[in-house]
């Protein structure tokens, strides 16, 4: 098992632009989420999904849409990026169905808007 | 929402000695307590976790205690090694996950001296 992938490692966007954070997981995981970390900030909620057709609003939700086609895949959009938005981007899934624990992260996407 | 405060935000201890990482969290409604690890420009890893009907969970060297009436629960690391070096995260979360499910603190730098 590959465990959670996320595409691109490094991005550089200036803003305004747009583009799409990929993640995918071959665990069979229902529930799926997307965090940002910055500097002194711990990690925090941006979007989650219970389950294929179902995502939700995180804590820090503005400026990021997701969607949920497939129980694999969770691309996190950023709709017009903003220098506010240049941070580290985890996905993470869980096999507690309906739940976060147990959180398998990607290896991360660190963004830098411009 | 939940808060979930941690200290130190950095601690420095000698190879061999115990570290002692603390928490506290504000909504006793929380009934689950993560710990993660992350090393350097890698992801998070969940080392220990413990429910709110456990007061206390071993494995090897590490240890989690929860004190459920002062709502606070620590982090220990006994006969600390090199590859202990990383920033800590605890967190909480409430029943079902969802928007405000799990709750991060901000990190704590565990630095070891050799």
């Known amino acids: 098992n590959a465990g959670v992938t996320q595409t691109p490692k490094f991005q550089v966007l200036k803003t305004g632009q747009s583009m799409t954070l990929q993640c995918a997981q071959d665990?069979?995981?229902?529930?799926m989420s997307w965090y940002r970390q910055d500097p002194g900030m711990g990690l925090r909620l941006i979007h989650y999904s219970v389950g294929a057709g179902i995502t939700d609003q995180g804590e820090v939700p503005n400026g990021y849409n997701v969607s949920r086609s497939t129980t694999e895949d969770f691309p996190l959009r950023l709709l017009s990026a903003a220098p506010s938005q240049t941070s580290v981007y985890f996905c993470?899934?869980?096999?507690?169905?309906?739940?976060?624990?147990?959180?398998?992260f990607g290896s991360g996407t660190q963004l830098s808007v411009l | 929402g939940e808060n979930v405060e941690q200290h130190p935000s950095t601690l420095s201890v000698q190879e061999g000695d115990s570290a002692v990482i603390k928490c506290t969290y504000s909504d006793s409604a929380s009934n689950y307590f993560p710990w993660y690890k992350q090393e350097l420009g890698k992801r998070p890893q969940l080392i220990i976790d413990i429910r709110s009907n456990v007061g206390e969970k071993k494995d090897q060297r590490i240890a989690v205690t929860l004190n459920k009436t002062a709502k606070h629960f620590s982090l220990h690391i006994t006969e600390t090694q090199p590859e202990d070096s990383a920033v800590y995260f605890c967190?909480?979360?409430?029943?079902?996950?969802?928007?405000?499910?799990?709750?991060f603190g901000k990190g704590t730098h565990l630095i070891i001296q050799p």
């Open positions: 665990m069979n995981h229902e529930y």
């Open positions: 967190a909480a979360s409430k029943p079902g996950g969802g928007a405000d499910g799990l709750t």
């Open positions: 993470a899934s869980s096999p507690t169905p309906a739940t976060n624990e147990k959180l398998f």
